[in-house]
Structures are given as C-alpha cells and as structure tokens.
C-alpha cells in the first residue's frame, strides 16, 4: 500500500492550497484518515482526522480555516486549507489507517509528505 500525497507549495498569507492525497495498492478498506504535520524543532501534530463515516476532527488551531473530506471510492484524502497563516508553515504527511485484502488486522501508512510555506 502506498500513500502519494500532492498540493502543497509556496502562498503568500490568507491564501489559499489543496493537499491530495491518494492510497494505492491491495486495499479492502480504509479507516481512518487524516493529516499530521510538523513544522522545523516541532514535533509532528495533528492537523485533521475524518472517519470512514465522515466524522471530522481538527487541531484548535485549525478549525474553521481547513476542511477535510475523502472520496472513499477513489481512497483519497483532502484537507482544504484556506486563511493560511506563517504558522502553518510546515510538512504535510497523510496517513490512513487500512485493511489489506486477506489480513484481519489494519495497518496504519504514511504518505511521503508535502511541504506548505506560508510567507507573511
């Protein structure tokens, strides 16, 4: 199973990005999504979380300037992320907590991460 994530990039403050990311590979079902990320002498924190229902979860320091969602038939992940601030600076990893086709048990994957700069 592989996780590709892809959106990230350079935008002034108050802009605006779209991070994707896509899993791949012998997958019966996903879980759990959602995004982390970690900023330079930061530890990794969580941005978002949304269930397989659609349940969301988010960082105090995120809500209502990022929106997460999924397309489960496509096993993607997408977090929204507008009024972007310096702050958000930051690699983006995605993860997803999957069920392999003959294996009872799920396994958590990590996508490569994408980075996010915010210049002020």
């Known amino acids: 199973v592989q996780l590709q994530a892809s959106g990230g990039g350079l935008v002034q403050a108050g802009g605006s990005l779209r991070l994707s990311c896509a899993a791949s590979g012998s997958i019966f079902s996903i879980n759990g999504m959602g995004w982390y990320r970690q900023a330079p002498g930061k530890q990794r924190e969580l941005v978002a979380t949304i269930a397989s229902g659609g349940s969301t979860n988010y960082a105090d320091s995120v809500k209502g300037r990022f929106t997460i969602s999924r397309d489960n038939a496509k096993n993607t992940v997408y977090l929204q992320m507008n009024s972007l601030k310096p702050e958000d600076t930051a690699v983006y990893y995605c993860?997803?907590?999957?069920?392999?086709?003959?294996?009872?048990?799920?396994?958590?994957?990590w996508g490569q991460g994408t980075q996010v700069t915010v210049s002020s």
């Open positions: 993860y997803a907590v999957v069920f392999i086709a003959g294996v009872h048990s799920p396994y958590d994957y």
